[in-house]
């Protein structure tokens, strides 16, 4: 599982209140991803991170911010959440040496009602 | 832009024939492909991955890929296909070098292996 986690792995909240999930990685990888996965549209990618306080966007990043403070922690906010938000987030890590791929969390369940 | 085909939303195959799962590909750049495979509420496990070299890829599990530059492709296969093959199936490409970018994914193909 690459020592990475997710937190919370289920989350049910109400249109309009701010939303903030975790990602934790244990072994000081530099590079951290945030995507969402939706039915037909596989994974996209909201915004990543190459180091601390480092972050960019991805391709559907309105309406997400993230933060990165410290090397082991990757935080997605949505600051007012919407229905369309709904969907299951997977965070991820890149070694930087001598890889390629990229190594995923176990996602978290997000429900906007 | 760079973007990933997955043509087939399923592919339904009968245990122990060969299975193919389809992907196309369009970067600008030399592509870096990776095939990714989830099983039901879980995350996605890393298979396998074309960066340079031999064009056949092997992976885990048995997969493999062969990476097809003229015609732009990534299939994935499998000589002997197994009931627990059934998943989620994902192409994933990034431009290659160095450098933080994420991977853009195809849409996914259902593999439904049938005893």
Known sequence: ?113 | AQSVAQPEDQVNVAEGNPLTVKCTYSVSGNPYLFWYVQYPNRGLQFLLKYITGDNLVKGSYGFEAEFNKSQTSFHLKKPSALVSDSALYFCAVRVGGGGADGLTFGKGTHLIIQP
Not at chain 1, 23 to 33: S, V
Not at chain 1, 40 to 46: A, K, P, S, Y
Not at chain 1, 66 to 84: I, M, N
Request: charge should be neutral; glycine fraction near 8%; hydrophobic fraction near 25%.
């Open chain 1, 1 to 113: 599982d690459a020592g990475i986690t997710q937190s919370p792995r289920h989350k049910v909240t109400e249109t309009g209140t701010p939303v903030t999930l975790r990602c934790h990685q244990t072994e000081n990888h530099r590079y951290m991803y945030w995507y969402r996965q939706d039915p037909g549209h596989g994974l996209r990618l909201i915004h990543y991170s190459y180091g601390v306080k480092d972050t960019d966007k991805g391709e559907v990043s309105d309406g997400y911010s993230v933060s990165r403070s410290k090397t082991e922690d990757f935080l997605l906010t949505l600051e007012s959440a919407t229905s369309s938000q709904t969907s299951v987030y997977f965070c991820a890590i890149r070694p930087v040496l001598g890889y390629n791929e990229q190594f995923f969390g176990p996602g978290t369940r997000l429900t906007v009602l």
